[in-house]
């Protein structure tokens, strides 16, 4: 295990950092001495965790989707920090229900979100971190490990985000540039609060094997993700039990498979009587900032 480097003065951005992980994570990096660029779809809220922060900070409103946007944040950065030496892209949002009765929209836009979004935040802020040689520390899930039913698009768009984050990190590492992917099972947010207000998905969530069924307090998942930043770890698991899903992965698909079946047959009467409507939102406060911002049209930074 790599020792752990202070992050006094180290600069970091933090994406989707309005609320949830990515707030807390500029709240717990701040703390640790970081000066913190937040970037998000919420500048009221943005300010609010601006304005609480105990060293340097400025915040972003801009659509992580938009390179031309997210080009010019990332060189706004630059100059009133004078460096980035870290990165975390956390910007997600989440949809829930069976595919086919998904709406196209809200499911595209998830993997522009997840995926692309994160691909465009590397894409703009790598030069920095190039020049720092820093750490880029890409969010996925336990959906990366374990690709479940009733979550196709975040599922999807996960595995995508553990792939490219593994081949950066082959890529860049001679140029100094260390990459991480963050691990999350279900964590107190208000994006996993949203899937469980749809009851099929709660309790297809609690009928989970222990300890996948849980969810899990966000500070000390939090603080496992600082612990990584530190180290600037290739892998950073923010629930124990997630590192020892690494060994078993392969046959995951085959018991998922199994399990799956057996489950959506008991749960598709109710999923026929609630089947107008259903997966036409993306889940949480989050999404629906995401969905007003494209609504208004004001997906621009500020």
Same mark, same amino acid.
Request: glycine letters at 10%.
């Given at each position: 295990?790599?020792?752990?480097?202070?992050l006094?003065?180290?600069?970091?951005?933090?994406?989707?950092?309005a609320?949830?992980?990515?707030?807390?994570?500029?709240?717990?990096l701040?703390?640790?001495?970081a000066?913190?660029?937040?970037?998000?779809?919420?500048?009221?809220?943005?300010k609010?965790v601006s304005?609480?922060?105990p060293?340097d900070?400025?915040?972003?409103?801009a659509?992580?989707?938009d390179?031309e946007v997210?080009?010019r944040?990332?060189?706004?950065?630059?100059?009133r920090?004078?460096?980035?030496?870290?990165?975390?892209?956390n910007?997600?949002v989440?949809?829930?229900?069976p595919?086919?009765?998904?709406?196209?929209?809200?499911?595209?836009?998830?993997?522009?979100? +997840?995926l692309l !979004?994160s691909?465009?935040?590397? $894409? *703009?802020?790598?030069?920095?971190?190039?020049?720092s040689? %820093?750490?880029?520390?890409?969010?996925?899930?336990l959906?990366?490990l374990?690709?479940?039913?009733?979550?196709t698009?975040?599922?999807?768009?996960k595995s995508g985000?553990?792939a490219?984050?593994?081949?950066?990190?082959?890529?860049?590492?001679?140029?100094?540039?260390?990459v991480?992917?963050?691990?999350?099972?279900?964590?107190?947010?208000?994006?996993?609060?949203?899937?469980?207000q749809?009851?099929?998905?709660r309790?297809?969530?609690?009928r989970?094997?222990w300890?996948?069924?849980?969810?899990?307090?966000?500070?000390?998942?939090v603080?496992?993700?600082?612990?990584?930043?530190?180290?600037?770890?290739?892998?950073?698991?923010?629930?124990?039990?997630?590192r020892?899903?690494?060994?078993?992965?392969?046959y995951l698909p085959?018991?998922? +498979?199994?399990v !799956?079946?057996?489950e959506?047959? $008991? *749960?598709?009467?109710?999923?026929?009587e609630t089947r107008e %409507?259903?997966g036409?939102?993306?889940?949480?406060?989050?999404g629906?900032?995401?969905?007003k911002?494209?609504?208004?049209?004001t997906?621009?930074?500020?």
């Amino acid at each position: 295990m790599s020792a752990r480097r202070s992050l006094e003065g180290q600069v970091a951005v933090v994406t989707g950092a309005a609320r949830g992980v990515g707030e807390l994570l500029a709240r717990k990096l701040s703390a640790r001495g970081a000066k913190v660029a937040l970037v998000g779809l919420e500048p009221e809220e943005l300010k609010r965790v601006s304005k609480r922060l105990p060293t340097d900070s400025a915040h972003w409103h801009a659509d992580v989707t938009d390179a031309e946007v997210m080009a010019r944040v990332a060189g706004e950065v630059v100059e009133r920090f004078g460096a980035v030496d870290i990165v975390c892209a956390n910007a997600g949002v989440a949809q829930a229900g069976p595919f086919l009765d998904s709406d196209e929209t809200a499911w595209r836009r998830v993997i522009e979100v +997840n995926l692309l !979004g994160s691909v465009t935040t590397a $894409r *703009a802020f790598l030069p920095a971190l190039i020049a720092s040689r %820093g750490y880029l520390l890409q969010i996925a899930s336990l959906a990366a490990l374990a690709p479940a039913p009733m979550m196709t698009a975040y599922c999807a768009s996960k595995s995508g985000v553990e792939a490219f984050a593994h081949s950066l990190r082959a890529e860049l590492g001679h140029r100094g540039v260390r990459v991480g992917v963050g691990y999350l099972s279900w964590t107190d947010t208000d994006m996993v609060r949203g899937a469980d207000q749809d009851e099929v998905m709660r309790e297809l969530r609690q009928r989970l094997p222990w300890p996948a069924g849980r969810t899990y307090p966000l500070g000390p998942s939090v603080d496992r993700l600082v612990a990584g930043i530190e180290r600037r770890s290739a892998q950073v698991y923010a629930q124990w039990w997630l590192r020892g899903m690494q060994s078993v992965r392969g046959y995951l698909p085959v018991f998922i +498979n199994a399990v !799956g079946r057996r489950e959506m047959r $008991r *749960a598709e009467p109710r999923l026929a009587e609630t089947r107008e %409507g259903r997966g036409g939102r993306l889940l949480g406060e989050g999404g629906a900032a995401d969905e007003k911002a494209r609504t208004a049209g004001t997906e621009r930074y500020q």
